[in-house]
Nanobody
């Protein structure tokens, strides 16, 4: 199993910055990909940014140039640096991890997990 705990959300003025962090606690699970998703009120969930493997980064169009995703594999942490925030960035942000079981009865099977979310509000 994997437990993901996000932190770093809050209220920020337009043009401001926030840094989101996600700490993954794993047991018999090997994480391969991690990412950030968000869901605004009344909207569906959308990908913000992801890291495939150790270093292959992907960004949604709205995140390019403003957000930076980084991962520390040794410490099982995932960060999202968000700059020049705008009101449309207001949403609950969720950490996601995908991989496979490295031992036990489900060894080799893929699975994915979500954190509980952290709220980001951009408002003056």
């Amino acid at each position: 199993q994997v437990r993901l705990v996000e932190s770093g959300g809050g209220l920020v003025q337009p043009g401001g910055s926030l840094r989101l962090s996600c700490v993954a606690s794993t047991d018999i699970f090997s994480i391969t990909n991690m990412g950030w998703y968000r869901r605004a009120p009344g909207s569906t969930s959308e990908m913000v940014a992801a890291i495939i493997g150790d270093s292959d980064t992907r960004y949604s169009a709205f995140a390019k140039g403003r957000f930076t995703i980084s991962r520390n594999t040794a410490e099982n942490t995932l960060n999202l640096e968000m700059n020049n925030l705008i009101p449309d960035d207001t949403a609950a942000y969720y950490c996601h991890a995908a991989g496979y079981y490295s031992a036990g009865p489900r060894e080799g099977r893929p699975d994915d997990f979500w954190g509980q979310g952290t709220q980001v509000t951009v408002s003056s």
